[in-house]
């Protein structure tokens, strides 16, 4: 099993910029993809981001419009998304999530969950 832990989520001005950060642990030599979701007040969780165990592959919600970029470091068992640009109708929870996949995977569904980050976007 592979825990993750958010943190970096906080209040942005509009246009403003944050990076979250994901940490791994347990399981953690055996490839896993993850992904960043996000659920607003009152709606669905909504898929973000993924990347795969090598890095070498990516994928991101139609909405993301080149203002964010997931990266991950291995070595430190951290996956990061960087948030420019950012608009109030970006204010969510933000989840991390992790999967057991082959090492060029980017799955869409996940097994484990963080408790979330709040980001806040004030207009």
């Known amino acids: 099993q592979v825990y993750v832990v958010e943190s970096g989520g906080g209040l942005v001005q509009a246009g403003g910029s944050l990076r979250l950060s994901c940490a791994a642990s347990?399981?953690?030599?055996?490839?896993?993809?993850m992904g960043w979701f996000r659920q607003a007040h009152g709606k669905e969780r909504e898929f973000v981001a993924a990347?795969?165990?090598?890095?070498?592959?990516?994928s991101y919600a139609d909405f993301v419009k080149g203002r964010l970029a997931i990266s991950r470091d291995n070595a430190k068992n951290t996956v990061y998304l960087q948030m420019n640009s950012l608009k109030p109708e970006d204010t969510a929870v933000y989840y991390c999530a992790a999967r057991y996949v082959s090492a060029y995977s980017v799955p869409r569904e996940y097994d484990y969950w963080g408790q979330g980050t709040q980001v806040t976007v004030s207009s």
């Open positions: 990347i795969s165990w090598n890095g070498g592959r990516t």
């Open positions: 347990g399981r953690t030599s055996v490839s896993y993809a």
